[in-house]
């Protein structure tokens, strides 16, 4: 079993900043990549950028230059520091583990507002 706990999210005006942070546990034997995504009402949960264990890093296009993924590898923690927030940010943000892809969090609210 793999727990996900995702943390961090909240209101914000657009242009300001937050971090969310997702814990990993349970029954893990290893990790190779790990992604931040995000579901926006009505529309399919898409991905928003992922690291691996090597710390190679993607993004979508949309928030290239503005986030920023990271991870501690031996705490099982992936990190997303979101700067220059835009009301098209606002989702439900999840976190999700490349080699446990079943297991999702209950995710954490962003919310940004014009």
């Known amino acids: 079993q793999v727990q996900l706990v995702e943390s961090g999210g909240g209101l914000v005006q657009a242009g300001g900043s937050l971090r969310l942070s997702c814990a990993a546990s349970?029954?893990?034997?290893?990790?190779?990549?790990m992604g931040w995504y995000r579901q926006a009402p009505g529309k399919q949960r898409e991905l928003v950028a992922r690291?691996?264990?090597?710390?190679?890093?993607n993004y979508a296009d949309s928030v290239k230059g503005r986030f920023t993924i990271s991870r501690t590898n031996a705490k099982n923690t992936v990190n997303l520091q979101m700067n220059s927030l835009k009301p098209e940010d606002t989702a439900v943000y999840y976190c999700?583990?490349?080699?446990?892809?079943?297991?999702w969090g209950q995710g954490t609210q962003v919310t940004v507002s014009s």
């Open positions: 999700n583990l490349g080699d446990y892809t079943e297991y």
């Open positions: 690291i691996t264990s090597r710390g190679n890093t």
């Open positions: 349970g029954s893990i034997f290893s990790i190779n990549t």
